[in-house]
């Protein structure tokens, strides 16, 4: 009889125990944010908007707004391709700063969040390198030698 009670009381402090780690873990790990699913699949836009642009103008863009809508009353062209929409085109988007690089023949592209964000929430920069890697960083600005962003 006592060593049933005392069989119930360690299951039930081996439960108690392992749910509070559980719990623990859950409510005070860091999550990744919706802004970065957003901000990847903008990177991914700018990409396939850019060899769009390279096959029309025979170069990269060397700037977000080339890529973009053409201002009011104005035409389509070089200067504004009419290939992302205005809000990426503009340089912010999702809470994240864009920016393209261009250089002839190749580019790279960086988002980097704006603002502060809850601290319980990973905010990632991003770099995404000419050869189409997407690059990140928790802590600062990615860039080329930043580790590879895995899905």
Known sequence: MVLKIVFRLFALT??????????????????RDAGDEAAIQSMRT??????????????????LYELGPPMHGRKGGEESANLIPGDLASGRRFGYQFRVHGYGDTFSVTADPLGKS???????????????KIRVSETGPAKQSSPLFHD
Do not use: W
């Open 118 to 132: 809850d601290p319980m929430k990973i905010r990632r920069h991003f770099f995404l390198d000419p050869n189409g």
């Open 14 to 31: 081996v439960v108690c125990g392992f749910l509070y780690f559980t719990y623990n873990e859950f409510v005070n790990k860091p999550r």
């Open 46 to 63: 700018i990409i396939n908007a850019q060899e769009q642009y390279k096959e029309r103008y025979r170069r990269y863009a060397s700037a």
